[in-house]
T-cell receptor
């Protein structure tokens, strides 16, 4: 069974601060996705990374896929209250299965 | 209008009752999924279907059954609900060519 460990589990920061959350595994994934979930809603895809070492930017969010495709990080610059939510990473093992293995998530609170 | 809808959004039921959660999508995707989300446990896959004639068990299928009535409809049944099935349930869809999953808004189920 492939597992994805996310850290930290909870994070509370002041508006304007920077932060990084991590998603780690002992298994190799063919791709890794990051979702954000707000209360009362389903997860919404932020980004998909597929190549080892890949870096993608989405405004103030920077996503990185590890060289060995076993880990990923999400860095937020100058966090805003609108960034508050549950951040989930999910990996696929490929081979056409398209089944996602989810981490347990990082719950981020950005205080104004 | 939402691409993935779930009904009901909230449900309270008693132990032993049979209930059905429904999911409809207008995205034209062939793949559909049912997950449950519990605090501290993340999202876990219950069942998935790659087309109308294809049903597969996920990580935690015991106590659940599904029906794929049409490409656009995928329902989840609890034949005899028990309290530890209290959770947030999500339906998701994906295209066979792309790994991104699109989630519905969720059904909050409480089994007394």
């Amino acid at each position: 069974t492939q597992l994805l460990e996310q850290s930290p589990q909870f994070l509370s920061i002041q508006e304007g601060e920077n932060l990084t959350v991590y998603c780690n595994s002992s298994s190799v994934f063919s791709s890794l996705q990051w979702y954000r979930q707000e209360p009362g809603e389903g997860p919404v895809l932020l980004v998909t990374v597929v190549t080892g070492g890949e870096v993608k930017k989405l405004k103030r969010l920077t996503f990185q896929f590890g060289d060995a495709r076993k880990d990923s990080s999400l860095h937020i610059t100058a966090a805003q209250p609108g960034d508050t939510g549950l951040y989930l990473c999910a990996g696929t093992s490929g081979a056409g299965s398209y089944q996602l293995t989810f981490g347990k998530g990082t719950k981020l609170s950005v205080i104004p | 209008d939402a691409d993935v809808t779930q009904t009901p959004r909230n449900r309270i039921t008693k132990t032993g009752k049979r209930i059905m959660l429904e999911c409809s999508q207008t995205k034209g995707h062939d793949r559909m999924y049912w997950y449950r989300q519990d605090p501290g446990l993340g999202l876990r896959l219950i069942y998935y279907s790659f087309d109308v004639k294809d049903i597969n068990k996920g990580e935690i299928s015991d106590g659940y059954s599904v029906s794929r009535q049409a490409q656009a409809k995928f329902s989840l049944s609890l034949e005899s609900a028990i309290p530890n099935q209290t959770a947030l349930y999500f339906c998701a869809t994906s295209d066979s060519l792309v790994e991104t999953q699109y989630f519905g808004p969720g059904t909050r189920l409480l089994v007394l």
